[in-house]
């Protein structure tokens, strides 16, 4: 089954070529096919899944893509591995889901095909990041996700503030694929190949230098700090909800953002091997998880919370790796994977029915729907982190892991301890802050009464059945995490060895437990009768405004980098375009044209002119071939 | 210096300054007759060059047959008279002085480099039958063509000139 | 006679006639001064022939053949003069310039 993992990125391919071509005129508007696509990928990334839970070997092939000799080739192959059979089910899960739910949340909208086949293009671009056994094609599927994850966000362009949205997002996850592109180079360079066994290897038999490593390791992190909105880029995720819920859900819970943890993941070896990126990186994501926790408590938005939500937890799984939990980060993304997109997919059944975004204007829905209520419960406390739903044991091993390293002393991890200290204190704060704010959620959308206008309804089976299949999943898949045969094992490597959960660490278990109801039952009291006259944190102006200007971030780029760019370097650039560039163009034209205005009174028309230039040239030539060249 | 070089001496003198004078005359029909003069002279070097032949026909055909025709056809386009009418602005006349005197030098140089000190040796003019059979044997080729060309030539010039 | 004498004379006659060609505006006279330069050319032919004493008297031969052109140019050119006189009741040749940029 191995063999045809090919075909789950082909699939989806096909599938956005053929709605691109003939989608309008299909049945339907062509959602089909691009749900068949994903089916089938999913139906085999399961069973390449039950092949490596049942002991299968990683199985890779690779064919040489353009010969450029030297002995350097482009290598076009996969790799499929525990880990990328992990992701390809949760892709494939997840884009199914989605792609079902939005035949109902997409009805009626005028641009219906070309969004299906765009989620399509997103899939394939995805799925072709997992199984990619190089850094290139990984790079090709990357930028993939880039371009779609524009398109999509702007999918209601006609608002500017949208097509703004989406150009941030693409911009700013450019710089950090500008970063990314520089590591794979360093990595190509050092290591004479593309291919990621072969760094890998490199970097283990000590082939690499060391300033290499850490080099091209914190370069390839940038291309993570940009896609999974870490600090100090994550500025675009909040925008990037302006685009159809579907989209948030898929793109911006599961996939496209968990995309630079795999990255990490995918490179471990490499990482672990240079420790003061590792450092880096754990500072960073404490930093992110903070500042994104505390933008949630105050958003009105339902899509923003959930939005700052997503940075916050893609911090943890950041920081799981930065700690030397390999296992326990991917085993993160996977839950988060399920409670996140069934988030977004509920939000958007809510928003739907109430056509409102802003939790203002909700509450008192548990009545009026409460299959969407009971699914966003679920997923809900599985953020929150309450057992024994997912999100409680992947949270609970990440905290384990950064314990061990911090004051346990297990001394395994390349990261320094101090770094490991403060990853377990900022894990621990930002769960008290994430079951804050999740509380605050849930009353301000459910609880007390309806604050909007007319009267919301129950969302269509079409848009339930994903909700109740993630429920599900969000609640079960915590336990794929327990047990010998567990996540850990799956996404072992021979450079990776298997790493379980740490033996339970009851007193962990407890405290985390006990931080996170203290969050719930903080945030019932708070807004158990619905929004207060003054949010609490108004009465703080300063916290408010900072929070409110989501720590000044957004300006500081605006006006720093924003500015100078479009202000200066941009105009600068016209003008060396227009008079540069151009001015060589048409002063070659030019130049032609006054060389022949002068050239042409040679043609005067006379033709004693013509016989003297005859004879001079006959003179001339007499002299030169006896004087110069006979002798 | 024998006799023959003072006869050349002579005629070369006199043919040079008729050509000069063909080409500074303000007045076309001295122009013509200064040509005269000049192809005159040519036969007469011809002569000494062993050519009889050849200084004859130089002066049927050229001084016979050719400058008549000029004189003609300085008649049909009523040839003016006066320097500003005949010669082109003095820039230019400069400038074709300098081609000119270039030129000469030049050949002059190249010239007395290449044959300075070689001597023509006397020897008794050239049979015509020998020219004759040089033409009619070797050159026949040639010979036939030209014919050719003349003969295109007299049918060209008679359907230029044609008045219709 | 040394050989150098005819040539010197057959060059300077060129000569003239280059500079005729070259600074007269009626074109019969620049006619005339290409009749000149024809004629340097034939002095020079006999001469090399005078001083080779070829066997085939070729520079003679070639002689006629430069005399027999000549003729049937002079013919031409001068139809032609006289159909550009009655076209533009000219024969400066600076005014026939339609060839010109």
Redesign the interface.
Known sequence: MEKLAWLVPALPLVAWAVLLLVGRRLPGGGAAVGILAVAVGWVISLAILFGVIGGADAYHVSTEWTPIGAGFEIPFGMTVDGLAAVLLVVVTTVSLLVQLYSVSYMRGDERYTFFFAKLSLFTAGMLIVVLADNLLLMLFGWEVMGVCSYFLIGHYWEDVANARAAVKAFLTTRVGDLGFMAGIFVFAWAARSFEIERIIEGVATGEISSTTVTLGAALLFCGAIGKSGQFPLHTWLPDAMAGPTPVSALIHAATMVAAGVFLVARMYPVFEASGSVLNEIGILASITMLIAALLALVQDDIKRVLAYSTVSQLAYMMAALSVGGYSAGIFHLFTHAFFKALLFLAAGAIIHAVHSNNMSEMGGLARAMPVTFGTFLVGALALAGIAPLAGFWSKDEILTDAWNAGFAGAGEAATSQSVAQIVFVTGMVTAFLTALYVGRMLWLTFGAAFRGQGHPHEADAAMLFPLVVLAVGAALAGFAGLGDNSIGTWIATEHLPAHGPATLNLGLIVVTTVVALTGLAIGTALYRRGLPEREYLERVPVVWKTLQRKFFLDDLYEQGIVRAVAGALAPATYWFDQRAVDGVVNGAGLGTRRLARGLRYVQSGQA?WYA?AL??G??GL??VV?QLIGG | M?G??VA??IL?LI??LA??L??TSRN?VH??LY?VV??SS?AG??L????P??AF??VI??VG??VV??L???M?????VGRR????TLR??V???V??????V???V???GA???????N?AA?ATS??GE??FR??VL??EA?SV??L???I??IV??RRD | ?????????A???????????????????V???I??ML?AV??NL??F???L?DQ???G??F???V??????????G??????I?RNRET??I?EVDLLRW
Request: no cysteine.
């Open positions: 004693q003297a004879f001079i006959v003179v007499a002299v006896t | 024998t023959q070089e050349f001496l070369a043919g040079g050509g000069l063909v080409v076309v122009a013509a040509l000049a192809l040519v070097v011809y000494l060059l062993a050519a032949f050849v026909v130089q055909i050229y047959a050719i025709l000029i003609f056809g300085i049909l386009t009523r040839a003016p009418v005949l010669d082109n230019a006349r400038g074709a002085f081609v000119g005197a270039g030129m000469f030049m050949l002059t190249f010239l007395a044959f300075g000190g070689e001597r023509i040796a020897q050239t020998a020219l040089s033409l070797n050159y040639p010979f030209v060309l003349l295109a030539a007299l060209g010039a230029l000139a | 006679m040394p050989l150098i004498y005819p040539l010197v004379f060059a300077f006659l060129f000569s003239a006639g280059v500079y005729g060609v070259l600074a007269r505006r009626n074109a019969v006279m006619l005339m001064s009749e000149l004629n034939n002095v006999v001469a022939n005078a001083y004493q085939l008297v070729s003679q031969v002689a006629l053949f005399i027999a052109v000549a003729a049937a140019e002079v013919g031409i001068l139809a032609i003069v006289l159909l006189f024969v400066n600076d």
